[in-house]
């Protein structure tokens, strides 16, 4: 038995979040549509958003500065719509984008699957199996905090 069998494993490795997204890339780019209809509600949560100062900026040139009550009545009532508009949209977008990345974990675990179960004997007698299935569980797990967080505040905060 090889004395290195119970070392810590120790991986030092400089991901950048574009190195990131490079490797991700071949998987997101199978899914197209998903990815333009993703960065679709994206913009559209965002559109909706920035037209509340232009919407607040009518009420008090039109509302307050001419003394006409019912147009602030008006705009209070398309920025309670608009509000509900952006709360679907971020629902929406949220659960699709959160859909479309177990998607591309699932493809993801598939694939490493596949290369674990084709690594040789040799491998596993270097490495303990279970270090070998914890760094793919968690190597995974963390990519799934990234499309369920990170990838939607990313688009958002690229646009806004």
Known sequence: ???HFFTEDN?????????????????????????????????CYVIV???????FAYAVDEGINKE???????????YLVI???RALLAF?????????????LFEIREKL?????????K???KNPSGRTVTRVTNDVYALGELFSQGFAAIFVNTIE
């Open 113 to 121: 699957i596949s290369h674990v179960q084709r690594l040789p004997v």
């Open 92 to 104: 929406k977008q949220s659960n699709y984008i959160q859909r479309f990345g177990n998607q591309v």
């Open 11 to 43: 991986v030092a490795l400089e991901l950048t979040f574009k190195k990131l997204f490079l490797k991700l890339w071949p998987f997101l780019w199978r899914h197209k549509a998903r990815v333009i209809i993703s960065l679709l509600l994206v913009a």
């Open 83 to 85: 509000e509900c508009l």
């Open 1 to 3: 038995m090889s004395h």
């Open 49 to 55: 958003g920035r037209s509340l100062p232009f919407l």
């Open 123 to 125: 491998y596993f007698e």
């Open 68 to 78: 006409r009550r019912e147009i602030i009545v008006y705009v209070a009532l398309a």
